[in-house]
Each structure stands twice: as C-alpha cells, then as structure tokens.
C-alpha cells in the first residue's frame, strides 16, 4: 500500500466538510483531490481548510477527472442514487451518505449499476464504528453473551431538525431510526421479520401537523427468533442519548452513553456528571474516521466493504414496514413491503 | 395509637413465613396472635419461631376467632378469592396476596363483598415500595422529569420456576408481567388502553410444552399517549434483574440493579461487580416490610390502603390482554377483556 | 442453642437505644430483660418501646441480677473501663461500646480483669460488619487482589458534633479516626507501626479554639510494609462519605457509598443521583445488628468474639500517636506511645 | 493567523514521532518543516509518514534554519537544558518535553536564557490538558465546590519500565511523580510547602537493587493550608490508573479512569468491564494534542504559554524534597532544597 486513494467529496455541507477534514487530517492514506458543491463558496472555504487543491461547481468535473480514484457522496438525499449510478458507470468507487434513497426502485437500479461495474460502494451507516457497538457485536459474536434474546436500541436526539428538514426528511422511521435499523441488523447478524410501532407526537406539535411523528417505540421480531425494541425521540433534554442492550443466554452486555468527561461531582443535593456528549459530530466523532478508514483501506487493499448495498437497502424497507404499522396499528412483517 | 393490630396469617409457606417475621420483629405496632395451615407442622415451626401463640389446622378458627382485627391471606391462589369473601363476611381486613384470582368474575365478587363490608383490602404488591420505584415515582409525581413519554420496565427472573408451578401458575403474564403491570401503573398514573406481545420460548422448552412462554417483549399504550415497554424472562444468569426507566419531557430517571455490596474490584481482565442480588426475598425484603406497615397503620388509624381492590384487577386484565395478543399477533385492547 | 440470651442494658441514649430495639425486635436469641440509665425517663421510654420489662436509674441493678447473662455498655466514655471491671467481676459477659477509655492504664485494666474473669468482652467496632468492607476483607483474605500494598480510607462526616461534644471527644483521632484504625487494622490484619498526620481546622475555628482538629490525613506504615492513608473531614456537605479501597500485587478493590436508592436522573444539566446515606445510623444500621447477632452468638455458643479488647486498645494508642505527630510534626512509632 | 507556525522537531523517538503525528495530521495551524535525530533512519522513517521534508542527523541544522519559529524538544532528558538554550539564543521558540533537567542549576540557567532571548517556552506537562482534570481545575475554580480542603492524586502505570530506564530516570519521583507534583499545582492553584514521603520496593526488587522505589505515597502540605496526597505505583496490574479528586467546603468532585468503551457485561459471575486505557500514549491522546495546539497558537499570537519555565522547575524541587523525605524519614520543605 504505497500509494494514497486519491478523493474526490460531492457535497460540501455539514457531512461533507466532516470527512473532508478526516480524510484530510486522520487519514493518511488518502488524499483529497477535489471537491464540488453548486454553493461553491462552500467547497472553497473547506478546499482552503483541508489543503485541497480543485473546487467545482458541477460534481461532473470530479466524475470526468481520471485521477479521481473514489468519490465520497455527500449531496443531497434525493441526488445520493443518482450520483452513485454514474460514479459507478465510470469505475469510481462510491462511498455514499445514508440513505441510498427513499425509493426502492431506486435503491435496485443503485445496487444493479454498482454489481455490474464491479466498484467498491460503502453505505454511511457510521455507527457501526463505534467502539462501545462494536464491543456489544464482538460479544454477540463470539458467544460471551449465549445465545441472543432480546436487543433495545434507545437512540433519542438532543433537539429535534427545523421543520423545513422534517418535511423533506421522508419521516422519523427513513431518517433517523434508519440508523436503528442498521444497528439492530448488524449487532444480531440476521434480519428483522416483522414490526409493530406505537408511536405519537409528544414534542413539537408542527411535526405532527407536517405528517411525520417524534417519538416512538418499534418492536421487533427477527427471523431466528430473537425480539427486540427501538426507543426514539426527537428531543431529549439532558442530551443525545445513544444506548444498546443486547440480553442472551449467558448474560447481558449494555452499552452506556459517552460523556466529555469522567468526572462526578457531589453537593448538598447528590452527585452529578455532566451531561452525555450532545452532538452527533462529537459522540461519533471517531466512527466517522474509522468507517472512512476502512473504505480507503478497501479501496486500496481490494478488501470488501464493511456496510454494503443490501445494508442501504434494507432499513428503507424497515422504515417503510414501520411506517405501515403505524398506520394501520398492527404488526407489519418486511415482506409486505417487497421481498428481499 | 396506643394499641398493636392483632393478626391471623392464613397459610404459612414461604411468603406466609416471611410476612410473619416481619409482623413479629420489624412491626411494633403489629401482634402476630395466630397461624393456620392445614400442614399445621409448618405453622406449628414457624409460631415458635416468632412467637404466635395459637397455631391452627383450620383457617376458620382465625376468622372465628372476635379478638383478630385482620388476616394475612397468603393461602395458594385459587383459595385467595373464598377466604377474602368469609373474611369480609366476619368484618376482618384483609390483606391479600396477589393475585386476587385468575378469575374476572371471582375478582368481581371480592370487590363487591369488600365494598359490602366497608373492610379494609390490600393486595401485595409489594414492590411499589421498593426505595428505588418509589423515587421514581417521585420523581414522575413531582414534575422533575416533566410530562412522561415512554416508560421501560426490565423484570427478568435469576431462575425458571418448576414445570410444576409452571403449570398451575396461569402463564407468564398472570404469574410475572403482573408486578410489572401494577408497577407500570402505578408509576404512570394512568391505565393502559391497548397491549401488544412479542414472545417464545427460549430458556426451556418444557415450558413451551406446558403451553407457556418463558421470554417476552410486552408494548403498552397508555390513555394519556405514554407509551411503554416490559421486557420479561425467566432466567437471566447474571441475577434478578429489576430495573425501571421513565424518558419525559424535561429528563430521565432510571433504577439500577440493587447489590449486596457496594464494592468494585479490578484485575488484568477489567473491573468487576459482585452479581445484583439474586433472590426476590433479599431484593424486596424492605418493600415486603413497608406495605405491610403501611396495611397495618391504615387499619389501626382507618386511613386508606395503598393498594386496593381495583388495583389487584386490572393487571389481571392485562395478563388476559396480553396473552391473546401474543395468541393472535395482534395488539389488543383492555376493553376486548372487560370493561373497567 | 435453645435458650436466649437474657441481656441488660446500661445507658439509654442515642446508641443503647438503637442496641436496646436491634435486640428486642430483629435478633430473636437475645432478651433484653432491663434497661438502666440516671435519666431514668429515657430508659423507661426507650422500655416501653421495646417491651423492656425491668428499668433501673442504677446500673448496679443489673450488674447485681443473677438471671442477666450480658450486659451492653453504651454509657459516657468515662464509665466503660469502671462498667467493663465490675461486670467482669460479675462474671456478666460484656459488649462495650467504643472506645473503652482514652486512658491506657484504665484500657489495660479493663483487660486484665476481662481475662482474669473469662467473660467474653466485645469492643462496639461496627464497621467491621459492613457487608462493603466485609467484602475488602474477603478479597484481601483470599488473595483476590494479591499482596496488599496500599490501603486508602476516606472518611467524612456530614456534621461535625457540637462544640461540647468536641471538648470532651477526645480529640478527632480518637473519637473519629479510631474507626478508621479499626477498619485498616481489620483489613490488612497487620499492625500499624508508624503515623504521620497533616491536620488543620478548616470547617470551624471553634473546633480549634477547644484544640481541636476537623480536618486531618493520616499517613500509615505497617509492619509487613503496606503503607496507607485515612481522610477524615468533620464536615462533608454531600452526605456521609465513608470508602475504602486497597490496592495489591493483582488488583486494586474499592466500596463506594450506600444511597438510599439506585436511581439516577438525567436532565439539561447533567445526570443526578440522590446524595448517600446521610446519618451514621442509616448508613451503618445491618453492621449495627450484625455485630450484636456475632456477640449473642458468641455467648451462647462460647465462641470467639470478632472485636476483643486488643481491638479495643490499639486503635486508641494510634489515635495518641496521631495526635503526638501533628503537634510535632513528624513520623511517630506506636512503641513511643506504649509497647503492644 | 493566515500564516501556519513552522516547526522543527529534535528527537525522533516515541513521544517525537507523536508531537510530529499530531503536528502532522490535527493541527492544520503547524506545518513540520524538519526533523533532527541521530538515529536518522528514526527520523526518516517518520518524515515519510508525516511528509515532513526534511531530515537531520544534527540537531543544529534545524537550529540553523531560519525559516524555522519553533523546536520540539523531545530528545534525551540530559540534552534538554542545552538544546533549549542554543535555540533559545537563536530566538527559536521552544516546547520542551518534561523534565527540563534534574539538575537545578541548568534549570534557572535555561530560565534565564529563556527570559532573556524573549522566546516562548513551554513544558511537556500534557496532564493539564486532559478533559478530566481540567473540568476538576475549573470546578476548583470556579468554586463549584467551595475552598479545597483536600487532593488526592492516584497515578499508577500498568506496567514498570525497564531496568536500564530505571537506572538513568532520575528516580521515581523525578520521572514518575513529577506529572503529579504538577498536576496539584495546576489544580490547586498554590504552591506545596513540604512534602513527606513513606515509600518502598514492592514490584520488582531488581528498582530496590538499582536504588529507586516503585511504590509511593506522598504527603503534601500547601502554603495555604490544603492537604494531599499522591499514591504512585509502577504497576497496576488492571491498567493505567489515573485519578484524581478534590474536596472542598461545597463539595467533591473527583475524575474516574477513562475506558476504551462504556459497555458493562453481566454474566454468573457478576458484572464486568473491560480494563481502562493501558497505554499512556492512548490515554492522554488528546490532551498531547490539545497542548500542541495551545502552544502552536501562543506562538502565532503572541499570547501565553499555559505551561511556563517555572512550572518545569517547582515539580523538580518537589521530587527533589520527595527524596529527601524518604531517605531521612521525615518532613522536608521545599524550601530546604532551594529558595523559589
């Protein structure tokens, strides 16, 4: 491995500018070549930060540069399928932000173009990166815990996104509990056969009055017997709250929040810790590096991607399932939805 | 209150025993005056133990007897419903085990003769006593964690009861979810409208045999829109397993795990933690102690009973719910059962 | 073991009344047949309470009743040792409260006429019964964490005592510390053979002003090498705080505080849990029963006591020379203060 | 600051190839223009993993530089006084791995070429930096909780060094300690006044053999009136132990160890984590980076250093006095080593 992945980042918002600065700064086995954002201005700022030499406007430019040997896709949702099937048609791997797309259509046409050109194409589910996740897979794994019972996922927001976001969001179930989805599937190792959701709009009543719900609670049946629940919500005050429980045969293993310190404090009124790391981009901070790792490391070593096209498709289907539950208020299984 | 409650105790088994050491030696304002058990050797051991003076083959010789003020009914279940009807017959309280019966109509009997009688009835749920369950009903109570969202109810048992108790002990949602169920309600407030159950057998296959079920998931939705969770199993390895977590709108408050001591020892493997305790009569001694206080000072001061009738039939109402949710996989309404 | 032990009590306070309720009401082998104290009207309430049948003004009413078998020492200091000798004389086996007396000559009179009588004679060190630091016991013991090297104590009060309680205490290494040199002395099962103590009055300048101290650390050296510390602080605004931790050759164990609950909440400002058990006799209530069970048992069993009367002495010849480095400021041997 | 500070590392051991990592990859404001070593392959092999352009077998072609601003001292303790000297006559700023010197004399001879060249100067005690201690800085501040009282610093490495670094470490409380000694200063905000010390050889006898100790508590006294101390051992068998604690009239706060995940495992045995960090490299990661940073940007605005010359010197004398103390059995005053 004595070359570097040279890079190209479509998309120059919040997400972009994050693994732009990794791959820049974290990672030194790629280089990033070229950004492009139709808002320029912001491909600039970041091109000026991260040491990177080309900015466009038009993504076009880094799809027809042949040095480019991968492209990270950080566009909007509703461009993600789009961009990956060309980046796909000219041989560049893809490392693509979730979701894939909200049309299972879509998502086919995707993951057809990716196998027929044979590219490497990672889905952004990062939280499989995460040390306290992957210490919960590893004792699934390797049997530390039995065999598995019962998974609860709390995964609850600081603050729920403006309501222009929700709008466009394609509701709670495709964009947030999506990660759920992804993480259930990968720490049990089998697939989710059927749903049921109770779910309400508790926090913001304008997020009900746009369709979409804020706080829910989805159980689940796996294929191999397994059970489980997913808590979400879009606003929890004391902070983000990201926590998995994994029961089994042989014991137990929970994964607690992460917090900026480990300090505790004791007054007249009790003892007291600071509250868990609020923002995504700190609590996930190093999963984000470390699943952009593994795909430059992919990438350059051959290897096979760590999160792959089924994985980006099934929590939509998940979502969708969810969705319907809620609707028609009974437990929906995945196949409704279409068969996998 | 210058004088001590007498009291009789109907049945001297285990839970008999326990509440006739704590009337005996941690209730001043009690005096144990008589035991009855048709294996009248079990009483006859126990009344030298904590000092009761009569010991009877018959419990009518209790209920006949002008000098008892209240009976401790802790007789094998199917006779909970008969001896609380001839107790209130002869105008004695009552404090009952739970449940009051497996039966709707029996339930409905006792509340009426209860009503009839003007009697005092507790029934024995006792862990809404318990320090850790009361502070979060506090805390609910209080506002400290603003308007309840979503309660989580962990209640996982250290080992399977026999197939024999299995058998007779009306399923897994009349004989353990239904702590769970009086726990869940007393900490909301409010009554649950509809439940919904995920469940199999997974610890023991002789309990599938016997047409029960030994693991399960059960979703609540509340009248008020709380949702909630209880996730029960017979047989957790790692001990009793006894935790309760209410999300709101101004925070989160959550119970761990009592244990038998509060020291952490660290080796080359990592830091380690005795087991929480293991067996209900350890983790629930205080509890048992305090509701049995609380019955008998309402009786001698004519207060009112933490616990009464209506309370010892609604979970029996959600054990009936549950089980035909499980049975039709679908969610089901408390109405479909009776109405409240 | 079919009789009970028939004991009298001698000193109504605070402590005689707690000894005076653990035996009436949760040790059924023992019989507290009377109660003696000058302020007779506090022994006769404390009687009543108890359903203590005799009450004396004059101890000597007890120590001259031929059906007691053991008395419970819980008067002012100054009266264990002459107590402590003419109940031995009696041949009444004797639980003495801490210390036996600030005065080494009265301590080893006390200890000749205990071993001259034979009576059993137990030192009131009740922390040893703690189930926290019984398991640091067992660790040591068994080798969990190898060869002891370091052992810190960390032990604070919420309150410091009234200024007339401090003049005549004895000073904080014999009324406070004495505990804590019963506790290392009890964990590490070696003697202590060097102190040296940094001590100031930061809490209040009254303390000082009697020639007191209320803050003060006390570094230790034992034979076999481990070397050690205690913190003792009068004033601790959180609760009492009341931790050890012992650090060897293959680990390293601590005891945290007891709560009241094991709750914690979470709000915008942090996650909170209740502040510990806050009064000495909250916090050390089962090691208080525990300690009384041991000596009923050791009396009628003929057993050893757990707590004899070297316990009693040693800890006050530490607390002398606790006192004699801080007013000279260096290292000083137990042998300067008496030969053990 | 439109302008990167440019900077040249001299020694390319562990700790260089660290400073140049993070100098490389997380602190866009440096750019490593040169690196020094005898042992060039080290230096090379570095340069090419962090694109450094140049490599020096001689120290002083960075001296020479003039398009350097800065060095990072991280070559042998004993050439530390030297190499800052020549650079500081240079009119290099200089960041210099702790400790300056063991001798006293080179140390006020480098603060004085120091002071006289006008240069900054910072020292390698990364401790400060961590997010631990510094939340307990600010609580002591801040006055979170009132007037100290009390630190207790718990600094064990999970593993001895070497024999041959024993031999030419300065002894442990010069090599080991000194990290602590800073760590109260910075804490409490004041200077310690005497120090005493009980020590001893528990690890490894060949560190006895050798002259040195490998276990320690030491005693401090501060100027205004807080007490402390600090336990040092050279192997926890259960990882790097790295805690400190404060208490004070409003409260205590105290910083626990920090783990690679916060996932707790229960199974028959009890419950369980993995060990905390092991390595120091891993455990104070950021808090190496964030001192870079912080002197990266002293340097580019001409603010000021957060670690001075005499924050190098004081923790010298203090391990100085520590010695001392062990050696004589007593006491010692800082002020007995030299006037400060």
Do not use: W
């Not at 799809?63 to 399928?81: E, F, G, R, Y």
């Not at 995707?110 to 990062?126: D, P, R, T, Y």
């Not at 999963?287 to 760590?306: H, I, R, T």
């Amino acid at each position: 491995m004595n070359r570097r992945l040279k890079v190209g980042i479509i998309g120059a918002g919040r997400i972009g500018r994050l693994h732009a600065e990794h791959l820049a700064f974290r990672i030194p086995d790629a280089e990033v070549v070229a950004i492009a954002d139709p808002f320029v201005e912001n491909a600039r700022r970041c091109a000026g930060r991260c040491g990177i030499p080309k900015v466009f406007e038009d993504y076009h430019d880094i799809l027809n540069d042949p040095k480019i040997d991968a492209v990270i896709v950080c566009s909007p949702t509703d461009t993600h399928a789009k961009i990956t099937i060309e980046s796909a048609e000219r041989g560049k791997h893809v490392f693509c932000e979730k979701p894939i797309s909200h049309d299972l259509k879509e998502i086919d046409d995707v993951l057809n173009a990716v196998e027929k050109s044979g590219i490497k194409f990672q889905v952004g589910f990062n939280r499989r990166f995460d040390s306290n996740f992957r210490r919960i897979k590893k004792a699934v794994e390797s049997g530390e815990i039995g065999d598995p019972y019962i998974i609860h996922v709390i995964s609850r927001d600081p603050e729920p996104p403006s309501i222009d976001y929700v709008k466009s969001s394609g509701g709670i179930f495709l964009d947030m509990t999506i990660h759920d989805f992804d993480m259930v599937r990968y720490i049990i190792g089998d697939e989710v056969e059927e749903v049921y959701v109770v779910a309400g709009v508790m926090v913001d009543e304008r997020i009900g009055e746009v369709g979409d719900l804020d706080t829910a609670i989805i159980t689940l049946r796996f294929r191999n017997g397994v059970m489980g629940t997913i808590d979400n919500c879009r606003k929890a005050v004391y902070g983000y709250d990201q926590r998995v429980e994994v029961f089994g045969s042989k014991g137990v293993i929970s994964a607690q929040n992460n917090y900026p310190n480990n300090t505790v404090r004791g007054d007249e009124t009790g003892f007291h810790r600071d509250p868990p790391l609020r923002f995504f981009m700190e609590r996930y901070i190093e999963s984000y590096v470390e699943e952009m790792k593994e795909f430059v490391n992919a990438v350059l070593n051959d290897g096979q991607v760590p999160v792959g096209g089924i994985d980006g498709k099934i929590p939509v289907v998940m979502g969708m399932a969810a969705r319907k539950s809620y609707d028609e208020n009974r437990p929906v299984k995945l196949s409704e939805i279409c068969s996998i």
